[in-house]
């Protein structure tokens, strides 16, 4: 007995999300595929989140759920960690990532990207009224700093020694939500992080946080990610996410979400 439920639990562990597939990953014909299993970081509002009642929403999430009804498929969120993406979607545990995606020539050597649908920029927020007097990222000297774990952000700080060695501290966490607990309590005095997070999080909680308007990186923009090789179900989403632009469904998800047309 105990034989059997060792290996059942072997079984659910290697199935993850993606264990009710039909079929296999990659290469495979997209009109074959009956699920779609979409990788998202459940703690990233407004891409993908949590609501109260413990239900994925967001406005990836939006967009992916009206791709998949036009495709006829049905979707499943599975829940990453950032930082693990690589070996997820390598490692065919799922489909695509929907989730605020930045497409960096770091990430092109293992997946592939629909065209851009939206501009993304890496802000330093801080505790409302504690600025610390800054005005450029040279300011961040002697400054312990955060950022979530596997994002462009954290990319950044590593490729330039310099300011990374000028840092006081220099932490990442997991996802989005820690590190903005970790700013909230004082772990970290500033926080680097997407606008578009940044801007969200500072919407639902009024007088918290503050925005210093110092871009750090290049502005990037946002993807969906498909593993290297899968151009089939690429272009099929291609294909849909294009009329939902040009019919305005992806226009009046946005606005829902931002109050704007945010969708290039």
Known sequence: ?????????????????????????????????????????????????????????????????????????????????????????????????????????????????????MENRQILLVKSGNRQNIVSEHDLADKKVGTQSGSNSEAYINKNQKLKDNLSAFKTYPNIKEAFDALNGGEIDVLIVDEIAGRYEISKHPGTFEIIEVTLGPITQFGIAFPKGNTALRDKVQTVFDQMIKDGTAKKISEEWFKADLIK
């Open 1 to 117: 007995m105990k034989k059997i439920f060792s290996l059942l639990l072997v079984i659910l562990m290697v199935s993850g999300c993606g264990g009710g597939k039909e079929t296999k990953n990659n290469t495979e014909s997209v009109k074959h595929k009956r699920i779609l299993i979409v990788g998202i970081d459940d703690k990233f509002a407004p891409m993908g989140f949590r609501n109260e009642a413990g239900e994925i929403v967001g406005f990836d999430v939006d967009l992916a759920k009206e791709a998949a009804r036009r495709m006829g498929v049905e979707i499943e969120f599975c829940p990453i960690e950032w930082n693990n993406k690589e070996y997820e979607i390598t490692s065919g545990n799922i489909d695509m990532i929907w989730n605020g995606c930045d497409i960096t020539e770091e990430y092109k050597k293992y997946m592939i990207f629909s065209k851009p649908y």
